[in-house]
């Protein structure tokens, strides 16, 4: 299982970006997949998850209304368009799976929000 992210960058208050993770190793369409963040001194947290089909999203309250979360089982990528961001959002943002009870994590790209 291989998980492979980028589109992250510096951008300022108010931007956008669009993160892109590519997934191999592994059926891609028969999982749910989700991106998850890490701010330096705190926990890695739960930005957004979609279902197999992607027809079921979840957002955190943090990413409601600015970020929306889509995958293409076609070519196997699960991305993250993140608008109106905010210095807050700055961290490093993972793409994870889980199969068969076993957690794959990317190695992450960083996102910095700053003027």
């Known amino acids: 299982v291989q998980l492979v992210e980028s589109g992250g960058g510096l951008v300022q208050p108010g931007g956008s970006l669009r993160l892109s993770c590519a997934a191999s190793g592994f059926t891609f369409s028969n999982y749910a997949m989700s991106w998850h963040r890490q701010a330096p001194g705190k926990e890695r947290e739960l930005v957004a998850r979609i279902a197999v089909a992607g027809g079921s999203t979840y957002y955190a309250d943090s990413a409601k209304g600015r970020f929306t979360i889509s995958r293409d089982n076609a070519i196997n990528t699960v991305s993250l368009q993140m608008n109106s961001l905010k210095p807050e959002d700055t961290a490093v943002y993972y793409c994870?799976?889980?199969?068969?009870?076993?957690?794959?994590w990317g190695q992450g790209t960083q996102v910095t929000v700053s003027s």
């Open positions: 994870y799976v889980v199969i068969l009870a076993r957690r794959y």
